[in-house]
C-alpha cells in the first residue's frame, strides 16, 4: 500500500481543490519559498500523526477568497489522501486488513481515502450569517472569525467516501507511523543519553537483536531472553550487596540521624535494598562515536550534520521497531511514514548525497513512504526525475509539475530523458528553482545575457531568471519538460530558447543530386551561386516549431541576414571598437575596417581585408548586397570578427566591457534584447 494522493481544499496556500501525486518510495518536493513545500507535509501529518493536536489556526486558511462568497459559506479546510495497492503487494495483506473500512474501491487493486475536515458545524451557521451579514471589508471578516467563531470549528476525520461521514476508528489509525523531522529541529536533545526516549526505545528493541533474529519459535526466543535476564539479575545482586556491604558501617552512622529526628517509630527503621534491571540502566549509556583510531568521542561533540545522520539512523531503527508484531504484538505499525523538512539545512552538500543514498538504501526495509521537501540543488541532483514534484506559486496560484512524466516510453522520449538526467547536476538544477528560464547555446550568451540584463536595469538574479547553456541545440530534450500543450504534467514557467540561425549551403553534384555534407555559410554568401550550391538560411529545425505552449518561446536572429550571437553583435555596434578585445585575432585590421565604414565605398573597403580566402570570395559578389552599401559592408565586417574570436574567451571579455559601461551607447541585438525584456517580470 501507498499513498497515491493527496488532494487540498481551501488550506494555506492551496485555495481551488488541488491534487498532489505520489510514488511509491522515495518522493522529493522542490520549489522556490512559499511555493507549498511544507504545506504538504502538514497536510499528511494532520491525517496521520495521531499525536498532535489537529485543530488549525486562523492563517492555516486560504485567504484568497470573495468576501461574498466568505459571507454565504464559512471557510472549510479539506484534506483527502487515497491510498492504493502496491505492485509487490500480496492480496490479503495486512495493509488491506487496516484500511477494509476505509475502501472506496473493492477490487483487488484496492482504493481507501483517509478525509480531514476543518469546519463550522451547521448548528453555528445561523448566527454566522446574522454577524458576518454586516461585514465590510476582508481583514475585518477574518478578526471577526478568528475572535468569535474559531473556537466553535471542529474537526472530523472520515474513512471511505467522505460523504457518507463514517468516523475514523482510532485504533486503526494508530496502526500508521509517522514521523516528521522538521528543519528546525534539536536532534541532540533526543539520542544521546539512554534517559531519552528515542534512544531508549531503540536499545529495548535491539537488546538481544541475535536472539531475535536466529530464532523463528517466540517461545524459545521468550525463553533464551528469560534466561539471559535471570543471569543479569544474579549479577547485578552481586553488585547490589557489595555495595551494601560497603555501607555497612556508614550506614549506622547515616540512621543515627533518623534516630534523632524520630524517623525510627515503633520498633520501623530505614536500610538501603535494591534492584537493578536491564531497562533500569539504560539511563547510563550514552550514544558514542569511534574514529578510525579507536579513540571515543562523545556524540554531542560531533557536527551538527553529522548528529541528523545519527539520529535518523535511530529513528529509521525505531521504526523498525514499531513495525515489529513480535515484539509490539496488536500495536505493531503496519504503514510508516518519514517526512524530512529541507535536510540540507544541516548536511554539507557531500553529506547530502549520502543522506539520499541511505534512504534509498532502507526505503524498502524500515520504510513504506518517504517524503522530502527541499530546496537544494544537491539533493535534486541525487534523485531520479521520477521522484521529483515540482512546485511554483505564481501570483498566489500554485501549480504542481512531475518532471518524470513529462516523458513517454517512446524512443524519443527516452532518449530525451536520459539527456536530462546526466545534464542535471547540481550546477543546471536550477531549472526546478528559478522562476523563469534563458536556455542558451553555449559560453558566450551565458556569460554576457546577464550583463546586457543589468545594462536594461533588469537583474535576473534577483528575478530568479536562470541562464542555462546547453552546450549545444539540446532545447528539445529540456522543452518538453515545460511544455504544457504536449503534457498535463510539464512545469509551468516562462522558458525563453535564445539561438543561432547558423546559416548553411552545400555543393551540387555533377549529376544534379546534391551533396550530404551542409557548411557553414555567412548571410554574405547566401543565394550568391544557386548554380552550385543549395541554400538555406538557418539550420537551426527549432526556429520552424511554432506549436510550443505560451510559456515557451523562441528567439533569433532574422532569417537572411542573421547569423551567430558575436555576428549580431558587431552589426548592432559597428564602431564598438571596445569589443575588438585581446582575445579577438585580426584585432588592428578589424578595428581599421570600423574606422572605414563612413570613409570608403565598398570596393575600397573590401580591397582593404586582409589577402586570404575571406576576401576572395566576397571579391566575387554583385554589391550592394543587402540594402545598402553601408549595409553590406556592416555584414563583411561582422563576419571578419565572427572569424577572428575564441568564444569563451571573447565572452568574458565583453562581459567584464558591458559590466563597466565602457561603451556609452551599446545597441543590444534586438532579439536578445526581446528575449530578456519579455522573460523579466512586470512586477
Known sequence: MYISEITLTNFRGFNNKTTIQFKEGINVIIGHNNSGKSTIIKALELLFETGITKRLTIDDFNKNVNIDDLKENPPKVTINAKLIKSSDEGEYSDELAT???WLTKLEKSYEAQLTYEFFLPERELKHYKQVMNDIKSTDNYWHELENNFLRKYVYKLYVGNPDHKTIVDSDTLKRFDFQFLNAIRDVERDMFSGKNILLREVIDFFMDYDIKTSESDPEVIKLKIMGKKKKF??????????????????????????????????????????IISDTDLYSILRLIVTDKTGISIPADHNGLGYNNLLYISLLLAKMQKNASEEYLGSNSKVFSILAIEEPEAHL????QYKFLKFLNK?????????FITSHSPNITAAVELDDLIVLSNESGDINIAYPGKVFSNSDEDKISKNYVKRFIDVTKADIFFSRGIIFVE?????????????????????????????????????????????????INKKIACITDLDPVRKLKSEDGETDTSWKKCLPLFLNCDKENYDYKTHSNTLIDKNDYSENIQLFSQNKGCGCTFEYELILSNPKAKELVTDSVSNSNEIKRLMDLLDKEDIDSFINKLRNGKYKEEIQKLDYPKFDSEYESKKHILAGRYLNSVKKGAVAQEISYVISETKISELKMPKY???AITWIYPTQ
Open 99 to 101: 484500511v477494509a473500512t
Open 233 to 274: 539479575n544474579e549479577l547485578s545482586q552481586k553488585i547490589i550487596q557489595s555495595l551494601k556491604d560497603r555501607m555497612d558501617t556508614g550506614k549506622t552512622h547515616i540512621l543515627n540521624y533518623a534516630s534523632e529526628t524520630g524517623a525510627i517509630y515503633e520498633n520501623l527503621k530505614p536500610d538501603f535494598e535494591g
Open 348 to 351: 554539507h552538500p557531500s553529506m
Open 362 to 370: 532502507n526505503k524498502e526495509n524500515e520504510v513504506n513512504q518517504i
Open 442 to 490: 553555449g559560453i558566450s550568451e551565458q556569460i554576457v545575457i546577464p550583463e546586457f540584463a543589468k545594462f536594461l536595469n533588469m537583474d535576473l538574479i534577483d528575478s530568479h531568471i536562470s541562464v542555462i547553456n546547453l552546450g549545444g541545440r539540446y532545447f528539445e530534450h529540456f522543452l518538453k519538460l515545460f511544455d504544457r500543450n504536449q503534457n498535463e504534467y510539464a
Open 672 to 674: 536578445i534584447r526581446d
